[in-house]
């Protein structure tokens, strides 16, 4: 089966990071780009940033451009999210997802196939 576990959430205070895991297995990793959601209260699920398949291309959401990043390690089939000057607005549940066959929609959580079940941020002021 299909497996996709986040884990490297907490508490942090403003101004500080946190990297966000996610181990994937039962899927051909390097098969998939990978992207990373969040949900805060309040909110719709929203989309934070993705890695292409072979991690040439990044994408992130305006509001987390410049302050995270993402990465892929296929030796561990594990991709990461670097969260680094964290906001209170920042605080959400953040999902993993995997995206096969639908190149260039990185951005729409409908178009993913696989889901973790989530790792809260909270960040305090």
């Known amino acids: 089966q299909v497996q996709l576990v986040e884990s490297g959430g907490g508490l942090v205070q403003a101004g500080g990071l946190l990297r966000l895991s996610c181990a994937a297995s039962?899927?051909?990793?390097?098969?998939?780009?990978m992207g990373w959601f969040c949900r805060a209260p309040g909110r719709e699920r929203e989309f934070v940033a993705a890695i292409s398949w072979n991690g040439g291309r990044t994408y992130f959401a305006d509001s987390v451009k410049g302050r995270f990043t993402i990465s892929r390690d296929y030796a561990n089939y594990t991709v990461y999210l670097k969260m680094n000057s964290l906001k209170p607005d920042d605080t959400a549940v953040y999902y993993c997802?995997?995206?096969?066959?639908?190149?260039?929609?990185?951005?729409?959580?409908?178009?993913?196939?696989?889901w973790g079940q989530g790792t809260q941020v909270t960040v305090s002021s």
């Open positions: 039962g899927l051909t990793f390097s098969a998939y780009a």
């Open positions: 997802a995997a995206l096969k066959d639908h190149p260039g929609n990185y951005y729409y959580h409908n178009e993913y196939d696989y």
